[in-house]
């Protein structure tokens, strides 16, 4: 049995989402024909209030889509320095879009409307525009942390009165949601743009939705073409989507209570120095000095299980939907005979 905790993308589809996948009405996404695509776009723009969506490869293609609409050259995104979209993207702010990222330092990666007006650019010659004010829910580099929607509407309010562009990377907002119980069409009203993944907890094989107004959705349409996204018969995997909204949301509360398991079983090792609170379902620990960060993940790869460095010391594992109570129960066996 290997246990892959490296991340919540290696996930495979399930029976009936394979299902779902075979029996797909499709057309060609280009000529905006496939009638599942058209239907996840519709159904997910429904969820979240807003106007429109569009179906794209991957969460990184649908937030740097929203920054390319958002911004002209030369302009800047305020983002905090765990921001997905500054640290794993490829420098695609600047290869996409001409404009640079300004780093705010937060409190495990979010930051606040105060933060945010201290670092707009005055209407000087010599300083490059401010356009854009982008945050992610839940923070992947922060371990899973979680916005609640009383902290985001203070900066949806600054963004307004500033008429700055506000997106949202939400590869994990449903972890974050069903943690909160707050509500999507709330989340919906506070941006101009969200972009939710759909292969991570949701279990999908691949695919993102970015969702905003109808004119931000046809422009992005347009840039999703001149990034070589336009898909044709896209609606086999559309379909696998349909079917993750359905069924696959409120099933995240158990990856989070598994991840805490192991968040508690890490802080109780001797060799392990820091855990970040487990708020959904990212692990991120430190091993300290007793044990040799690459020795560590050597010692779990010999007992079939995977999981990410996230710096010399630092790890991570992530739970998701292929993570199994017998799983869980190996992994804590297994960490705890390394004690």
């Known amino acids: 049995m290997i246990i892959d905790l490296r991340s919540d993308t290696v996930t495979k589809p399930s029976k009936g989402m394979l299902d779902a996948m075979m029996n797909a009405e499709v057309g060609d996404d280009v000529f905006a024909?496939?009638?599942?695509?058209?239907?996840?776009?519709?159904?997910?723009?429904?969820?979240?209030?807003?106007?429109?969506?569009?179906?794209?490869?991957s969460g990184t293609m649908t937030n740097q889509i929203a920054i390319k609409v958002h911004t002209q050259a030369g302009e800047?995104?305020?983002?905090?320095?765990n921001s997905h979209i500054y640290n794993y993207e490829g420098g695609g702010i600047a290869f996409?879009?001409?404009?640079?990222?300004?780093?705010?330092?937060?409190?495990?990666?979010?930051?606040?409307?105060?933060?945010?007006?201290q670092n707009i650019n005055g209407d000087y010659d010599w300083l490059c525009r401010t356009s854009l004010v982008e945050l992610e829910n839940t923070v992947n580099k922060a371990g899973g942390s979680i916005y609640k929607l009383s902290e985001v509407l203070p900066i949806t309010k600054l963004c307004k009165e500033k008429k700055l562009g506000l997106h949202l990377d939400g590869a994990?907002?449903?972890n974050a949601l069903v943690e909160t119980n707050e509500s999507a069409k709330d989340w919906g009203i506070a941006f101009d743009s969200i972009s939710i993944?759909?292969?991570?907890?949701?279990?999908?094989?691949?695919?993102?939705?970015?969702?905003?107004?109808?004119?931000?959705?046809?422009?992005?349409?347009?840039i999703r073409k001149v990034f070589g996204g336009?898909?044709?018969?896209?609606?086999?995997?559309?379909?696998t989507g349909i079917y993750a909204l359905d069924n696959n949301i409120t099933r995240l509360k158990e990856d989070h209570k598994r991840a805490r398991?192991?968040?508690?079983?890490?802080s109780g090792l001797s060799f392990i120095d820091r855990v970040m609170p487990v708020e959904s379902n990212i692990v991120i620990f430190d091993v300290n000095e007793k044990m040799n960060g690459a020795d560590f993940q050597k010692k779990l790869s010999d007992n079939n299980?995977?999981?990410?460095?996230?710096?010399?010391?630092?790890?991570?594992?992530?739970?998701?939907?292929?993570?199994?109570d017998d799983m869980l129960e190996k992994t804590i066996s297994s960490l705890k005979k390394f004690n």
């Open 261 to 266: 398991e192991i968040g508690t079983t890490l």
């Open 33 to 57: 024909e496939d009638p599942t695509v058209i239907k996840l776009e519709e159904k997910a723009a429904s969820m979240f209030g807003m106007e429109a969506a569009l179906f794209c490869p």
């Open 172 to 174: 994990r907002i449903f």
């Open 230 to 239: 336009g898909m044709r018969q896209a609606g086999f995997i559309a379909a």
């Open 197 to 222: 993944c759909l292969s991570k907890g949701l279990g999908t094989p691949l695919g993102s939705l970015l969702l905003g107004k109808k004119e931000f959705i046809k422009q992005s349409r347009r």
């Open 305 to 324: 299980i995977k999981i990410s460095a996230f710096g010399k010391q630092t790890m991570r594992m992530v739970t998701h939907m292929d993570f199994t």
């Open 96 to 117: 996409n879009s001409g404009v640079q990222a300004k780093l705010i330092q937060g409190s495990r990666g979010k930051i606040t409307a105060e933060q945010i007006e």
């Open 76 to 81: 800047e995104v305020l983002c905090d320095v």
